[in-house]
Nanobody
């Protein structure tokens, strides 16, 4: 059973950057596609980005294309979400999720994913 852990959230000014990390301390993520999702108060959870298990396939929501970059370092068992040019609308709780690469290569629909982390908060404010 995966236990995903997110980190890297915090308070940043508009235009600033943050890098989120997702890992599992006890289980390899090498064979899982990983997605990043976010949920702001009063809004539905939305898919932000995803990456296949080998890192060759990535997806981005239109709202973050050109600003966010997903990557993974399987040697460190960590998936990253680099977020640049942050806007107040990016403020949300960010979650990573995993699905076996045998089932999916990624995607931005939360129903595709079987395992979820607890989330890390991103606040964008001056």
């Amino acid at each position: 059973q995966l236990q995903l852990v997110e980190s890297g959230g915090g308070l940043v000014q508009p235009g600033g950057s943050l890098r989120l990390s997702c890992t599992d301390p006890g289980y390899t993520l090498d064979y899982y596609a990983i997605g990043w999702f976010r949920q702001a108060p009063g809004r539905e959870r939305e898919g932000v980005s995803s990456i296949s298990s080998n890192g060759h396939k990535t997806d981005y929501a239109d709202s973050v294309k050109g600003r966010f970059t997903i990557s993974r370092d399987n040697a460190l068992n960590t998936i990253y979400l680099q977020m640049n040019s942050l806007k107040p609308d990016d403020a949300a709780a960010y979650f990573c999720a995993a699905v076996s690469s045998l089932k999916r290569s990624g995607g931005l629909e939360e129903v595709m994913y079987d395992y979820w982390g607890q989330g890390t908060q991103v606040t964008v404010s001056s």
